[in-house]
């Protein structure tokens, strides 16, 4: 398996725009995590789905910010519109449900994303 | 709140000796504890995890962590840091016995092994 694939690497965006962030988790895995890292802040989760159903969505930041997994090998991230203090590495990780002996989450390289 | 400290921002160690990267916790439930890696510009990788049994959990490259239960603590360890040791540490949390199938994480830990 190719791992949890996410694109673009790096998006620069005016503010104002719309940005959408791509991912795709490891065949089979059920659960899947979006988190934004900064410098102040750390990693925060912002969403994660299990069965393509959003369970926990407190940690997104606002309104301009949503989710979607419209089936289980394709989630998007949508900011609109964007501003500069959006400006981190956004990561995707996926899971099988439930964490357990065999189980761990697997992330995603991140999308770097600058708000100009 | 449920939360994960990770008291130190940089630890630094000289190639060859111990290493320790410290982590505390505050979960409900029992916890599942873990420990990940993040290289410059690169997603983090697992590296180890404690579900129950033995608290001296073992994992990559040579990496151990000990989980105590009265001090609430699961501190990463090595007997012999490497250079290519160097990376951000992240120790993190699935509480209510990873029955939520979240992940808190701690604010991470730079170290850095020098030659």
């Known amino acids: 398996d190719a791992g949890v694939i996410q694109s673009p690497r790096h998006e620069v965006t005016e503010m104002g725009q719309e940005v959408t962030l791509r991912c795709k988790p490891i065949s089979g895995h059920n659960s899947l995590f979006w988190y934004r890292q900064t410098m102040m802040r750390g990693l925060e989760l912002l969403i994660y789905f299990n069965n393509n159903v959003p369970i926990d969505d407190s940690g997104m930041p606002e309104d301009r910010f949503s989710a979607k997994m419209p089936n289980a090998s394709f989630s998007t991230l949508k900011i609109q519109p964007s501003e500069p203090r959006d400006s981190a590495v956004y990561f995707c990780?996926?899971?099988?449900?439930?964490?357990?002996?065999?189980?761990?989450?697997?992330f995603g390289q991140g999308t770097r994303l600058t708000v100009v | 709140a449920q939360s994960v400290a990770q008291p130190e921002d940089q630890v630094n160690v000289a190639e060859g000796n111990p290493l320790t990267v410290k982590c505390t916790y505050s979960?409900?439930?029992?916890?599942?504890l873990f420990w990940y890696v993040q290289y410059p510009n690169r997603g983090l990788q697992f590296l180890l995890k404690y579900i129950t049994g033995d608290n001296l959990v073992k994992g990559s490259y040579g990496f151990e962590a000990e989980f105590n239960k009265s001090q609430t603590s699961f501190h990463l360890k090595k007997p012999s840091a490497l250079v290519s040791d160097s990376a951000l540490y992240f120790c993190a949390v699935s509480p209510y016995g990873g029955s939520q199938g979240n992940l808190i994480f701690g604010k991470g830990t730079k170290l850095s092994v020098k030659p």
């Open positions: 979960v409900s439930g029992n916890p599942y």
């Open positions: 990780a996926s899971s099988l449900p439930f964490f357990g002996e065999n189980t761990e989450a697997f």
